[in-house]
């Protein structure tokens, strides 16, 4: 079963599924994005036995064995119910004899679901799966294991990069389950009878970015200021307290990556670490501080990267979850207010009239735009090498250079630069002379402090396209269109 928007994992599940050998491999990805959907989806109608088990979010030692006991009576011996071990030795014990148990033409997938939740404080589990699995379910060719978690990093370090006895053991690379792009985006809420058109989709994707628990909410026969409005600023709408439960769910210590998260928020073109540690606590600082950043990067929350031509210390971060920006911006300031009533309907078609509309899209529109690199640089015909990159310079004080922000560019196989500009305006954007003369310096500058001797072409990635005037055919090489990114 092929399910929609994950063609590409169902071809690694075939492959994981249909081997002659036994099988391991890692999944991961933020909360609400499907994970356990497209397993459950995917092994429901298979010939082979399903263990699934998931663990408990702050349960103790004792009540995670019970219920994934619990789970060997229903799946192995019909419902009969087990008793359980002291600790996760007997337990796996008691699962290995089930397995022996099955007919030996049967397949056993065992889908251990928030595994990151099951490994509480001295609870030996990985120790006791890295015995099962060497020990026995890695010589019975039936077995297939699949360990899954919200926390990616728990999953990376733990599972993945295991220096210990599940060093190597991963038979598959893991899977990495993000959300959902534009096009997928479309063809799900088509199949669940959301039928908008895409100027519509951008609008409910810069809220949701893509994420399918978010999607799965929303009522067809609604336009996307409706749907948001009651996804969002109903009187306790399912993305007020999102936030905070996605946080305090992922990463332990979450409080100080929420506050990192805030500050970086705060920089449209992304903050410099050295800026970024100013700014924050001194006991986040150094180790601490940079362990959580990447487990916010990994799973998915910010990005960091080195401006082109930047050197290894300008390391930069940006948040990218259309979600995070969009809760920061109009959710927490009014948050106690949505939890005590709804809002005036029609709140937000208000909002989007405002100055602070105008620049919060731009912003959303440009991370959309990150996502989809790919099928920017094939609306601009380039070659598959290219590299997409960013690049900045803030000009030193007292010096005499012009500071520029270039929003993406790719570095090009064939001795050229294409430099875009990112526009989102529900008419054709218009270039005027002293828009030329922006882009002119931008130009400018960038060869300037680069030294670069390639040709560079501008193109412009507007949602609604470009008004033709000799202005535009003077400056623009070539446009990308909202519809591209759909493709």
């Given amino acids: 079963m092929t399910v929609m928007g994950r063609e590409a994992e169902c071809l690694i599940l075939d492959d994981f599924l249909s081997s002659n050998r036994p099988e391991f491999i890692a999944i991961y990805g933020r909360r609400r994005v499907g994970k356990t959907y497209l397993i459950r989806q995917y092994f429901q109608n298979k010939k082979a036995i399903f263990f699934n088990t998931t663990g408990s979010k702050d349960g103790i030692m004792s009540e995670q064995i019970s219920h994934f006991t619990k789970e060997i009576g229903t799946v192995f011996y019909n419902g009969v119910p087990l008793k359980s071990g002291k600790n996760w030795d007997d337990t796996f014990e008691i699962l290995t004899k089930a397995i022996n148990n099955t007919p030996k033409n049967k397949k056993v997938i065992l889908f251990l679901d928030e595994f990151p939740w099951m490994a509480t404080k001295k609870s030996r589990l990985l120790e006791a799966l890295d015995y099962y699995w060497n020990q026995y379910w890695s010589r019975d060719k039936r077995v297939k294991l699949i360990i899954c978690g919200s926390s990616a990093s728990w999953i990376i370090n733990k599972i993945i990069n295991n220096k210990a006895g599940l060093h190597n053991r991963i038979t598959k690379p893991a899977l990495l389950i993000e959300p959902l792009k534009l096009r997928a985006t479309k063809q799900f809420l088509t199949k669940q009878g959301v039928k908008l058109n895409n100027r519509q989709l951008i609008q409910i994707y810069m809220i949701t970015g893509g994420v399918p628990y978010y999607l799965s909410n929303i009522q067809k026969g609604l336009s996307a200021t409706k749907i948001i409005d009651q996804l969002a600023f109903r009187n306790k709408s399912l993305l007020i307290n999102e936030f905070d439960n996605l946080f305090s769910s992922l990463f332990s210590n979450h409080e100080i990556c929420e506050d990192m998260i805030r500050i970086i928020s705060q920089y449209q073109y992304g903050i410099g670490q050295e800026e970024l540690f100013k700014r924050i606590d001194r006991n986040i600082k150094g180790k601490l501080g940079l362990t959580k950043l990447k487990e916010m ?19 930069y971060y940006k948040v990218i979850d259309e979600y995070t920006l969009f809760y920061l911006k109009w959710i927490e300031p009014i948050k106690n207010t949505l939890l005590k009533k709804s809002l005036p309907l029609g709140y937000w078609e208000k909002q989007q009239n405002t100055a602070a509309w105008n620049s919060w899209s731009g912003l959303a529109f440009e991370s959309i735009c990150y996502k989809h690199v790919s099928q920017i640089s094939e609306a601009l015909g380039l070659s598959s090498v290219a590299i997409p990159s960013t690049w900045r310079f803030k000009s030193p004080k007292g010096s005499t250079n012009k500071g520029a922000q270039i929003d993406l560019l790719f570095d090009r ?23 030329v003369k922006i882009l002119q310096t931008k130009i400018d500058v960038f060869k300037k402090i680069t030294k670069t001797n390639k040709q560079i072409f501008l193109a412009m990635i507007s949602a609604s396209g470009i008004k033709n005037n000799m202005y535009s055919e003077e400056m623009v090489d070539a446009v990308v269109v909202l519809d591209d990114l759909f493709k």
């Fill in 297 to 315: 990067e990994e799973a998915g929350f910010i990005t960091s990267f080195i401006p082109y031509f930047h050197k290894k210390r300008g390391i």
């Fill in 413 to 435: 196989d064939d001795d050229a630069i294409t430099i875009c500009e990112i526009k989102y305006t529900d008419l054709p954007f218009m270039i005027d002379k002293q828009y």
